[in-house]
C-alpha cells in the first residue's frame, strides 16, 4: 500500500538555526499538509497546499514557516529560525483529489531544538 | 481551542469484548468525520470516515456512529483485539474551511487478554 514517507525521523538542532523536514506524498495525491504535535497535546494543523501555493495555513505557521514542492515529488517545511517551542513532532499527510477524502499521514520527524 | 473533545483519556477493555470511545464537537460547521489510530513513534493510521448527512458507517470490526443533534460522535470496536490497543484520535474538517483536520486529544486504548 503506498505510504507517505517522512525523512529523517529525528532532527536535532540548535536554537536559532534553520531546519527542513522532508515529505514524499502519495504519487498521486494532489492535496499535502503539515500538522504538529507537540509532547503530551493534540495534533495540530499547520499548513496545507495545492496546486503549488498554500492554501489555507494556521496562526502557528508565521513568517518563520515556509513550504515547498521543489521538484513534483517532496514536500519540505522549512523553519527559519528556529526556537525552543518548536520542539514537536512534525507530521506530513496527504490526500488524494475530488470530495472528502482522508488525510494519510507519515510516521513523522521529532524536531529538537537544544 | 476546543472543538473537538475526547473527554476519555484512556480506556480498558477485555479481549472479544466491545470498545467504544466517544468524541464530541462543538463547531456545528463540521460535515465529516474521522478516526485515526496512532500507535508510538509513528503517524496516525486512518480507520474511518463518516459525513454529516449520514449517521452510521460501518468497515468490518469498526463502526462509526454520528449523532448530529447532540454533536456526538462514536468508535465501536467489535470485537476488541490486543492488537487494537493504541491511542485513537477523533477528527473533523469543517464545510468551507478548507480541508484542515481539527483533533481531538486522543484516547488511550489498552484491550487485555
Known amino acids: 500500500e503506498p505510504e507517505v514517507t517522512q525523512t529523517p525521523s529525528h532532527q536535532v538542532t540548535q536554537m536559532g538555526q534553520e531546519v527542513i523536514l522532508r515529505c514524499v506524498p502519495i504519487?498521486?495525491?494532489?492535496?499535502f499538509y503539515w500538522y504538529r504535535q507537540i509532547l503530551g497535546q493534540k495534533v495540530e494543523f499547520l499548513v496545507s497546499?495545492?496546486?503549488?501555493?498554500?492554501?489555507?495555513k494556521s496562526e502557528i505557521f508565521d513568517d518563520q514557516f515556509s513550504v515547498e514542492r521543489p521538484d513534483g515529488s517532496n514536500f519540505t517545511l522549512k523553519i527559519r529560525s528556529t526556537k525552543l517551542e518548536d520542539s514537536a513532532m512534525y507530521f506530513c499527510?496527504?490526500?488524494?483529489?475530488?470530495?472528502?477524502?482522508?488525510?494519510?499521514f507519515g510516521d513523522g520527524t521529532r524536531l529538537s531544538i537544544l | 481551542d476546543q472543538q473537538v473533545k475526547q473527554n476519555s483519556p484512556s480506556l480498558s477493555v477485555q479481549e472479544g469484548r466491545i470498545s467504544i470511545l466517544n468524541c464530541d464537537y462543538t463547531?456545528?460547521?463540521?460535515?465529516?468525520f474521522l478516526w485515526y489510530k496512532k500507535y508510538p513513534a509513528e503517524g496516525p493510521t486512518f480507520l474511518i470516515s463518516?459525513?454529516?448527512?449520514?449517521d452510521k458507517n460501518e468497515d468490518g470490526r469498526f463502526t462509526v456512529f454520528l449523532n448530529k443533534s447532540a454533536k456526538h460522535l462514536s468508535l465501536h470496536i467489535v470485537p476488541s483485539q490486543p492488537g487494537d490497543s493504541a491511542v485513537y484520535f477523533c477528527?473533523?474538517?469543517?464545510?468551507?474551511?478548507?480541508?484542515?483536520?481539527?483533533f481531538g486529544t486522543g484516547t488511550q486504548l489498552k484491550v487485555e487478554l
Open positions: 499527510a496527504s490526500t488524494p483529489p475530488g470530495g472528502a477524502q482522508p488525510q494519510h
Open positions: 463547531n456545528s460547521m463540521f460535515d465529516y
Open positions: 497546499f495545492y496546486n503549488n501555493e498554500i492554501s489555507e
Open positions: 504519487s498521486n495525491h494532489l492535496y
Open positions: 463518516i459525513s454529516s448527512i449520514k
Open positions: 477528527a473533523a474538517k469543517s464545510q468551507g474551511g478548507g480541508n484542515k483536520l481539527t
